[in-house]
């Protein structure tokens, strides 16, 4: 099955800074979602990304799906950033099969 | 439109129990996702079923089992509890069959194994 690799595993960052996360996979994709965990466990979609460029405030997310992987950015991280963050890939005919990387920890001091 | 709901959201059993965990997905979309999140493996793929029939199905053992209702509401069971299936059981639905739709996720169901 298809690989899914993530790093950094863990990021800190001072409020302000900018991170960017990546998303390595090992195999034609046609589903990428990037996801944020939060404390209680609730996965919060960020981006379904299978390829290209999306933006969605402070975040944007790109997708170069010839060369397998996927970057996550954000900007002007605040407190209310840290968690988990994951990506999920899936491919050929995997119905309701994501695949999941070990996840970033971004942890953002004030 | 509310989201995908998942209940109960918190389970003690003992080993040797069976444990039932219900998933309503988002109105309107039919197909219906499980995962297994443990801090040693991750987040991995239970099972997926569409109109009420499995399509998909992850590398667990026997004991884990699921079904869908003609509503799209979908159960999971785990007979004969281990300590180690211990975890967080996410549902996620989509509104499409195709594996590239969107996949929405539950707040997910707590489940301890003593």
């Known amino acids: 099955g298809i690989q899914v690799e993530q790093s950094p595993p863990d990021l800190i960052l001072q409020e302000g800074a900018n991170s960017t996360l990546r998303c390595n996979f090992s195999?034609?994709?046609?589903?990428l979602q990037w996801f944020h965990q939060n404390p209680w466990g609730q996965l919060i979609n960020l981006f379904y990304?299978?390829?290209g460029t999306k933006q969605n405030g402070r975040l944007s997310a790109t997708t170069v799906a010839t060369e397998r992987y996927s970057l996550l950015y954000i900007s002007s991280s605040q407190t209310t950033d840290s968690g988990v963050y994951f990506c999920?890939?899936?491919?050929?005919?995997?119905?309701?099969?994501?695949?999941f990387g070990q996840g970033t920890i971004l942890t953002v001091h004030p | 439109k509310a989201g995908v709901t998942q209940t109960p959201r918190y389970l003690i059993k003992t080993r040797g129990q069976q444990v039932t965990l219900s998933c309503s997905p988002i109105?309107?979309?039919?197909?219906v996702s499980w995962y297994q999140q443990t801090p040693g493996q991750g987040l991995q793929f239970l099972f997926e079923y569409f109109s009420e029939t499995q399509r998909n199905k992850g590398n667990f053992p026997g004991r884990f089992s699921g079904r869908q209702f003609s509503n799209s509401r979908s159960e999971m069971n785990v007979s004969t509890l281990e300590l180690g299936d211990s975890a967080l059981y996410l549902c996620a639905s989509s509104a499409y069959p195709g594996p590239s739709d969107t996949q929405y996720f539950g707040p997910g169901t707590r489940l301890t194994v003593l």
């Open positions: 990304i299978p390829s």
């Open positions: 109105s309107g979309h039919r197909s």
């Open positions: 195999d034609s994709v046609n589903n």
């Open positions: 999920a890939v899936a491919g050929g005919t995997s119905y309701g099969k994501l695949t």
